[in-house]
């Protein structure tokens, strides 16, 4: 009687380990496909400049040359909060956060703009492209 | 993102925090459990062995016994009603449950134990050699600190509940040897060993006094010798033999005895001095006093009359017998005795195996071989006729208790054996009212233990 | 949409499993007088679960991890409420948890898209000033529940999740700073310490403790996300000096804290077994009863205790099914509450939101747990989930409401935005 009260206590323990563990792996099976939809959302783009490219990664990207800065341009000519890229309805719009040497947009200064696939953003004295994600193992 | 990064790590970190507090509490809960099970109603409670084996407390309450057979240990061993609290079952009891985290508590079969150091046999034997008279007797291994009798008289069979507590004799409900007694004659013991460790042995045995049988001390009080014709000039071995009162009063002012000197080493030795806190040795979980005395001037009566062994001064009888351990072993540290030699668990497992303990040390070894050879020849000289068989270190006291309306009889002593080392320390309240002396019992005492080890 | 087909099958399956097993164990170690308690039991378990999982088809989500962890959780809920004492299907707690699981999809439905909440956020603020206004006029240190019908409801607890949002979407608009005299101010700041400070204040008057510590520590996770968004420039030495400031009132508080409360945080339940530590005491015993494996469901005597089915649940479950599954109980809240970091939130308000409700569900949950276990003082509060209580299981099913919203959310432009720039004239070609 006494080690059958047991084994029903720890199967019922395990019976929850087990479902808590399958609950854990579905959460990272819907890592991907939250990313995958993440880029559904976010159109696929990224930043890219001569040989970096900056992924966007989240629904407000803040760059500047500040260490907490989502992406960060150390280079003098770049204020410390620049600019601030937004998404909704999957298109992105980049805004002047208070910078000293305000954004280009394919030369033009703007203080507000919608984006489009290679748009070439000019902050300071950095230039960035605006373009579909390359998948990095393909290059 | 590196903000998203933030929030993730603050999760992360709180998260972490309770984790680390719900470790701590499961830690706490499993290591304090059989804690938490003693609080509730619910108990299985197991045996409390002697050293041969035999019952001293059932827990289970189902065994059978013959009647008054738990009436030596009674209040010593005690029980889990909750009546007497310094005894061993009430401060053990969680030992003895028959109850862990893992196993639950187990209703029958359990093996949970306490398996003591004390011979039952010999403390029966002991505690009924008192006959109709109160005292108590505590006896040790001076070499493990083994305890093997610890008897008090009056005491009660715990197996007859407290139905009629109104009628139990003044101190029934306490082990006598745990409380503080007027010392009476043996505290010439402690006085001896600080006159040595002060002075030195030579110094000290150089020393004589004269006793007329009365001592009229510098500030004017007068100190009386039992024997009112006096003893004469005694060196100290002569006085301790005669137990005289006039010359320790001498000693005490002697201007070799400086007053702080003698304060350190009475504190070194564990008393209390001049109405400090007390102090107590936990024994098991036994709370145990230790000694106090009044030391404030030494040309006053009080001061005098403290060292030696009257007034205000209070040692309890596991003391006295502590510090014969040190002089015994001639090293000045006392043996702690214990009661407990093991526990058993549930499963009958032993853990909590007892292990032999030293105090700190109270006086240097030449001070206890010098101690040892003053207490051996007393013994010799005045023992060897009322207890026989045993080379015996022994110091006897007269205590005078409620004011000089009764005196109380203590005999504090060692066995000189290494095969057979016991100290002991044996108290008989108002022995007026009987004819017992503590010798008969010593030897009551020594003979048990010897047959039945 | 449905993205992993088999894992959610997988995932169906075993919480099905995990609470058949459950079942299994009180029908052969359980209290009850007849296998039909036990089969009513089973049954609207086992419903509720399936019914939860066709219901969510209908919502479009990402992820579903959540209401797969939440319906585990609150399933075991229902068995463990059932078998308090002897085995009883506890219809009342049934209720609570369906109120619980749509309170959930509503607070997802509510929060998924956070540019919408943080332009409404003015009627977030004034939902807070008319929750703090009831508390206030409807109830007394004596009772903090407010009576309708048969059911009671407890303001001050729905006062959590609204402050959870008004955390959450004050984080836009951190740079917007305007100068006051010669000081930098940024007005969501003020206006978020005074909401914090006044719901402190309500919640001493109505001798409320327990709740303090979650605000708090609801605000402080708040606070710190609010100035860590970059441009807030907070510098580090300003940090310390409102941390300082901080413990120095803690510590004021409590040294000239009132009678009652001081009392409260020195009381040593052993000396006190049938008085203020009884509960304390009788719930240690309870764990200390019920070892790893527990005596069985529905065989305890903790049921016989004040408040053994929300303040000491924790040892009321612990003696009845062993600390073993206690502690997995607790692991699943924290897994619940973890999700975020599996899965990260795609913008910084949901991110803010999710950490906001971890720290309300642990906070919570530690007082709970070690005020039970006296590591701390023991307050009032309840275990999110497990707990009986209608308005604790509805905020509690709110707050992971808003956890889902960060699993799931949409990015939708707003009506203004959307007259913006067309298309522009020239471009720059490279």
Known sequence: MESLDLIFCAVAAAALDICIFVLIITAYREKRSTKKNWRQISSDMELAEQDKSYELGCDEVLIGRHASADIRLPDLSVSRYHAMLTVANGVWTIKDIGSKSGIFINGELTREAVLHENDIIKLGNRRLLFRKRRDSRVR | ??????????????????????????????????????????????????????????????????????????????????QMNNTLVANNVEKLNNYS?????????????????????????????????????????????????????????????????????????????????????????????TALEIMGSSNLYAKSYNCSGKYINRTGDSIDCHNIYGHGTQNIQEAFENSCNPFFAQLIEDDDMPLDRVMKQYEKMGYVLNGGESVFYEIDGIQCETASTTLEDKYQFKTQWGCIGQGDTLVSPMQLMMWES?????????????????????????????????????????????????????????????????????????????EGAHENSLLVGFVDDPSFPIAFCILIENKDSGYLTTEQIAQVLLDNLKNNN | MYANPISYVFSCLFVLIAHSAMLCNIWFNGKYDEPRDIAILGAAVIILDIAYFVVILAFKQISYALDFLLILVLGMSIIFQSCFGKVGFDVKHYITCIVCLAACKGGYMLCRDHKLLQDKKLYIYGAIGVMVLITLVFTSAENMWIEIGSFTLQPSEFIKPLFVLACATSIADQQKKHKVLIFNVVYENIALFG????????????????????????????????????????????????????????????????????????????????GDGYQQSQALIGI?????????????FLCHVFAFDNDIVFATISEEWGLLFALMMVLTIIIMAAVPLINPTRSYFHGTMSACVCAAFIVQMALNIFGSCNLIPFTGVTIPFISTGGSSLMVSGLMIGMLMAGQSPVFKAHEQKKQEDPEPAWRWKE
């Open chain 2, 326 to 402: 040190a002089i015994a072993n001639e090293t000045g540290r006392m043996t702690m005795p214990y009661f407990i030699d093991h526990v058993t668990d549930v499963k009958g497992h032993i853990k909590d195996k007892a292990k032999t303990r030293y105090s700190d040390k109270l006086f240097s070894e030449s001070t206890a071989s010098a101690a040892k050879q003053i207490l051996l020849t007393n013994g010799a000289d005045k023992y060897s006729y009322s207890i026989v068989g045993y080379n015996v270190g022994v110091k006897s006291g007269t205590a005078q208790v409620d």
């Open chain 3, 288 to 300: 200390a009863n019920g070892g790893w494996f527990g005596v069985g469901p529905g065989k305890g």
């Open chain 2, 1 to 82: 993102m590196k903000s998203i990064k933030r929030t993730q790590r603050l999760i992360s970190l709180i998260i972490m925090l309770f984790i680390l507090g719900m470790a701590v509490l499961v830690f706490k809960l499993v290591h304090e459990s059989s804690f938490y099970m003693m609080n509730s109603d619910k108990h299985e409670l197991g045996f409390v062995y002697d050293r041969s084996g035999d019952v001293l407390f059932d827990g289970t309450g189902e065994g059978s016994y013959p009647d008054n057979y738990f009436l030596d240990v009674g209040n010593i061993i005690g029980d889990d009603s909750g």
């Open chain 3, 195 to 274: 909401i914090m400070a006044v719901i402190c204040l309500v919640q001493v008057k109505s001798h409320d403790y327990g709740s303090l510590p979650t605000f708090l520590s609801i605000y402080t996770v708040g606070f710190l996300l609010r100035i860590c968004y970059p441009k807030a420039k907070f510098s580090k030495k300003k940090l310390f000096a409102v941390i300082a400031v901080l413990v120095v009132f803690v510590l004021i508080g409590l040294k000239y804290a009132p009678d009652y409360v001081q009392h409260r945080l020195h009381v040593d339940i052993w000396s006190d077994k049938t």
């Open chain 2, 101 to 193: 985290f893992s196993n639950g508590l187990i209703k029958d079969g359990g093996k949970a134990a306490i398996y003591t150091t004390l011979d039952h046999a010999s403390n029966r034997a002991v505690y009924n050699a008192f006959g109709y008279q109160d005292g108590c007797v505590c006896a040790y291994n001076y070499k493990t600190g083994e305890m093997l009798v610890c008897a008090s008289v009056p005491s009660l069979d715990v197996t007859k509940g407290y139905d009629n507590i109104g009628s139990f004799l003044p101190g029934t409900l306490l082990s006598k040897p745990m409380l503080g007694t007027v010392p009476g004659s043996t505290q010439k013991v402690s006085t001896v060993i």
